[in-house]
């Protein structure tokens, strides 16, 4: 059930300026040496203003650069202060996080979501979308079905899901410190894969990555975790120290 290649992507959110390429130069380099050692995919969803900066400096990529959410709708169009998914694409963009908690919390529904998952694989772009219960949610024993919803409510039976990657980020352990047991994490990785190939009647089960506080003193207890595909990484991907330790030790 569980996928070869590694995934390690970064969330950097509201962080950065062009000064920011050091760090995306020694992950870069970090790939470089070690790309033949282990087999792992390394992401960096940077703020818009920032990906085609970063990926015409780096010279030879061994990463790859995403975005971290688009307009809903496609092509031109007057929506001030939007940026389109194929405007992404063209600034060199390969992955797109979406659906990720803080945004519904600003209120993105599901049918905005939908959109955005049409017009980003309208694009080629690979999705990363997040999903997730609140603490209340899994007090109340509603982690299965609330994640059921995400995923039912977001993508369709028609969608090329070979191109959707999922990132169970639990709201109530992002950036709090707090992380899953590895017995529920593993229940929880198991329900998200079964549940999605027989309800998109897929060949194989998805990508599905973990989020929430990972750093490098916890990555080798979540690495226990067999059905885990990778993870999605917030506040420790905006240093390039912290981030390629988190790698190491998971291989450790």
């Known amino acids: 059930m569980t996928n070869k290649l590694k995934y390690f992507i970064g969330n950097w959110k509201m962080f950065g300026d062009f000064n920011s390429f050091k760090i995306v130069n020694k ?23 920032l990906i085609d900066f970063f990926n015409k400096k780096l010279q030879r990529k061994f990463i790859s650069l995403g975005a971290q959410n688009c307009y ?5 169009g007057p ?15 390969e992955y ?32 990363i979308l997040c999903i997730g219960e609140k603490y209340v949610d899994k007090k109340k024993g509603k982690t299965f079905s609330v994640i059921r919803k995400q995923i039912n409510g977001s993508i369709e039976k028609k969608y090329n899901t070979n191109k959707i990657i999922l990132a169970y980020e639990p709201v109530w352990s992002i950036g709090t410190n707090k ?16 549940d999605f190939k027989k309800n ?38 905006q240093s ?12 450790k």
């Open 27 to 49: 992950i870069n380099q970090y790939a470089k040496k070690h790309r033949s050692s282990n087999k792992s995919k390394i992401v960096l969803c940077v703020p818009n203003i």
């Open 72 to 76: 809903h709708e496609e092509g031109h």
């Open 79 to 93: 929506f001030t202060g939007a940026i389109s998914a194929g405007m992404l694409k063209k600034m060199g963009s």
């Open 240 to 251: 390039s120290k912290k981030f390629i330790d988190i790698i190491k030790n998971y291989y």
């Open 179 to 194: 992380i899953p047991n590895a017995k529920d994490l593993e229940n929880v990785i198991k329900y998200i894969k079964k």
């Open 96 to 127: 797109i996080i979406l659906g990720h908690s803080e945004n519904r919390a600003e209120g993105e529904t599901y049918k905005i979501i939908k959109k955005k998952i049409i017009s980003a694989l309208n694009q080629k772009l690979n999705i």
């Open 200 to 237: 998109f009647k897929t060949k194989k089960y998805p990508n599905v990555l973990y989020g929430g506080s990972v750093n490098k003193n916890n990555v080798k207890f979540l690495s226990s975790v067999s059905e885990l595909d990778g993870f999605l990484i917030g506040g420790a991907s």
